[in-house]
């Protein structure tokens, strides 16, 4: 608790930051995860997710600087899933789909204590830092258009004479703030470590939207309630009566499945953020987000997971704890009850220009050179993440990269099925073929090769002593090698393990070199 008291001066403004930015992504993705006709109905249910996202994943999560909220990486397959579910119930889309965030919670929480987190730790790093950059890549992109008045690239390129001058003007306006914020000179005054960049980029933005007159379209846009009836009336409850329908259970796992994907990458990736470089418990986290979406599907919400946009924002601004994480969702629903139309005085470009920040410290330059200084085996896997998540989707991008660093591993595991000590060889005149620890299928091609190519006549010393795993593939190789030892006039020697995993293996090599051998005296 005493942490949590100290930190509160970093923590504070970080959720201010975090909540500004929050409220434009949360209507976003609602407008990305909606079919058109819902948007006007629905749109709250962005907020609802966001809210649940910092106030009960914050609470239960044991991470300290993640934020949880709707994802992107979400939005098409809950945009599919109630298209075809008003199709089945007319009407009732929505709420039958709620059911299935619920669903979809349960079975999170389920793999929180069959500790599934485990997961999230065999991806490997050039992939994850992969994702972090293609998410920087993307969210500096989109921002483009915003910063020039204009919704997305098609109206841009469509209409570029109209560029609004305004929104211009706060948007480097903004940039120059948030650059002079970064400098060290800024850093070592004090007024200036309280008073963090992004607070003061959105207070002048407010400012000089109201001066420069801005259209109201390039300005933030949450519902506003006139009462409280009209507030209440933008939850929604499930509609359980269609508990048997096959497809909300599916589309319920699909969600579990997809969500505590995207979450654990989050949360290794967010992680590898912090400045404290603490490790957050995967399981904690996977029945914290579950928790979530049980609670964002009971009230109206889109399913939630740990998003690195929100995450990085909040490191970013000067979080340190998980205060940042629920403060920012309290303040999302104080503001959302209370005074709506005080958010939607904040221009867009001042968000963007934020954005492009976190977008820029994603994707840094020195991050693309020092992964291509680490060799091709990260290089190509965080590359290939990297092209896969701006070009297609997170999902793709992040199977793309995985399936080539796998291919590199297996690669080099090919190439690696033995040690061959040169000095031994030279010193006793024997070739000293030391086995991997594991050694499959996989080396099959490359043990076969190495074994014809060694010279008539020649020594030679298999040497399993450092070997826990063996195929019986490659037992049968290294069997029929020394079976055809003696004819081409090769000493063969094998050196057995003692690990039980492997012993039956050598003790069938040991047996077939006696067997040589009594050939070889009976001949």
Same mark, same amino acid.
């Given at each position: 608790?005493?942490?949590?008291?100290?930190?509160?001066?970093?923590?504070?403004?970080?959720?201010?930051?975090?909540?500004?930015?929050?409220?434009?992504?949360?209507?976003?993705?609602?407008?990305?995860?909606?079919?058109?006709?819902?948007?006007?109905?629905?749109?709250?249910?962005?907020?609802?997710?966001?809210?649940?996202?910092?106030?009960?994943?914050?609470?239960?999560?044991?991470?300290?600087?993640?934020?949880?909220?709707?994802?992107?990486?979400?939005?098409?397959?809950?945009?599919?899933?109630?298209?075809?579910?008003?199709?089945?119930?007319?009407?009732?889309?929505?709420?039958?789909?709620?059911?299935?965030?619920?669903?979809?919670?349960?079975?999170?929480?389920?793999?929180?204590?069959?500790?599934?987190?485990?997961?999230?730790?065999?991806?490997?790093?050039?992939?994850?830092?992969?994702?972090?950059?293609?998410?920087?890549?993307?969210?500096?992109?989109?921002?483009?258009?915003?910063?020039?008045?204009?919704?997305?690239?098609?109206?841009?390129?469509?209409?570029?004479?109209?560029?609004?001058?305004?929104?211009?003007?706060?948007?480097?306006?903004?940039?120059?703030?948030?650059?002079?914020?970064?400098?060290?000179?800024?850093?070592?005054?004090?007024?200036?470590?309280?008073?963090?960049?992004?607070?003061?980029?959105?207070?002048?933005?407010?400012?000089?939207?109201?001066?420069?007159?801005?259209?109201?379209?390039?300005?933030?846009?949450?519902?506003?309630?006139?009462?409280?009836?009209?507030?209440?009336?933008?939850?929604?409850?499930?509609?359980?009566?269609?508990?048997?329908?096959?497809?909300?259970?599916?589309?319920?796992?699909?969600?579990?499945i997809v969500a505590s994907l995207e979450t654990l990458l989050c949360l290794d990736a967010t992680d590898k953020l912090d400045p404290l470089k603490r490790v957050a418990p995967a399981n904690r986290e996977l029945k914290a987000q579950g928790v979530g979406n049980i609670i964002a599907g009971l009230v109206g919400g889109l399913p939630v997971t740990q998003v690195i946009v929100r995450s990085s924002t909040n490191i970013q601004s000067g979080g340190r704890t998980k205060?940042?994480?629920?403060?920012?969702?309290?303040?999302?629903?104080?503001?959302?009850?209370?005074?709506?139309?005080?958010?939607?005085?904040?221009?867009?470009?001042?968000?963007?220009?934020?954005?492009?920040?976190?977008?820029?410290?994603?994707?840094?330059?020195?991050?693309?050179?020092?992964?291509?200084?680490?060799?091709r085996t990260s290089f190509v896997p965080f590359v290939t993440t990297v092209a896969g998540i701006v070009l297609v989707d997170l999902l793709v991008g992040i199977g793309l990269g995985l399936a080539v660093a796998i291919l590199f591993i297996l690669y080099n595991n090919y190439k690696k099925p033995f040690l061959?000590?040169?000095?031994?060889? =030279?010193?006793?005149?024997?070739?000293?073929?030391?086995?991997?620890?594991?050694?499959?299928?996989?080396?099959?091609?490359?043990?076969?090769?190495?074994?014809?190519?060694?010279?008539?006549?020649?020594?030679?010393?298999?040497?399993?002593?450092?070997?826990?795993?063996?195929? =019986?593939?490659?037992?049968?190789?290294?069997?029929?090698?020394?079976?055809?030892?003696? =004819?081409?006039?090769?000493?063969?020697?094998?050196?057995?393990?003692?690990?039980?995993?492997?012993?039956?293996?050598?003790?069938?090599?040991?047996?077939?070199?006696?067997?040589?051998?009594?050939?070889?005296?009976?001949?």
């Open positions: 608790m005493e942490d949590y008291i100290k930190n509160l001066k970093n923590d504070l403004p970080a959720a201010i930051i975090v909540f500004l930015v929050a409220v434009p992504l949360c209507l976003g993705i609602a407008l990305a995860s909606l079919p058109p006709d819902m948007t006007e109905q629905f749109l709250f249910s962005g907020i609802i997710a966001g809210i649940v996202g910092g106030i009960i994943v914050g609470l239960l999560s044991g991470s300290q600087l993640g934020v949880s909220g709707p994802a992107a990486g979400l939005a098409v397959i809950v945009l599919n899933a109630i298209t075809k579910l008003e199709q089945l119930h007319p009407g009732k889309g929505f709420q039958v789909f709620l059911m299935a965030v619920v669903i979809g919670g349960v079975f999170q929480v389920i793999l929180g204590f069959a500790r599934a987190g485990v997961i999230g730790y065999f991806f490997p790093n050039s992939v994850i830092k992969g994702m972090l950059a293609g998410i920087g890549i993307i969210i500096f992109k989109k921002q483009i258009p915003i910063a020039f008045g204009h919704k997305d690239f098609a109206g841009l390129m469509a209409d570029s004479a109209a560029i609004s001058t305004g929104t211009t003007v706060i948007t480097v306006l903004s940039l120059v703030v948030l650059v002079l914020w970064e400098q060290k000179f800024m850093k070592n005054i004090k007024v200036f470590q309280l008073l963090q960049g992004p607070l003061v980029v959105v207070t002048v933005g407010v400012l000089l939207g109201t001066i420069l007159t801005l259209d109201p379209a390039h300005f933030v846009s949450i519902p506003v309630a006139q009462n409280f009836s009209e507030f209440q009336a933008q939850f929604t409850t499930p509609d359980f009566s269609k508990y048997t329908d096959k497809f909300v259970w599916q589309t319920g796992l699909t969600i579990a205060t940042s994480a629920i403060a920012h969702g309290v303040i999302m629903l104080i503001c959302a009850a209370l005074i709506p139309g005080l958010l939607n005085l904040i221009p867009l470009a001042s968000l963007a220009a934020i954005l492009f920040m976190v977008g820029y410290k994603l994707a840094k330059p020195e991050l693309f050179k020092a992964m291509y200084n680490q060799g061959f000590d040169s000095s031994k060889h =030279y010193q006793d005149g024997k070739v000293h073929l030391e086995l991997a620890e594991d050694v499959t299928f996989i080396n099959k091609a490359s043990i076969q090769r190495t074994l014809t190519e060694l010279p008539d006549g020649s020594k030679v010393v298999i040497d399993g002593s450092k070997t826990v795993n063996m195929d =019986y593939d490659v037992t049968e190789i290294i069997q029929e090698f020394l079976e055809g030892a003696p =004819y081409r006039n090769i000493e063969a020697e094998v050196i057995e393990l003692n690990s039980e995993g492997v012993k039956n293996q050598f003790n069938q090599l040991q047996e077939a070199m006696q067997n040589i051998n009594v050939s070889k005296n009976t001949g």
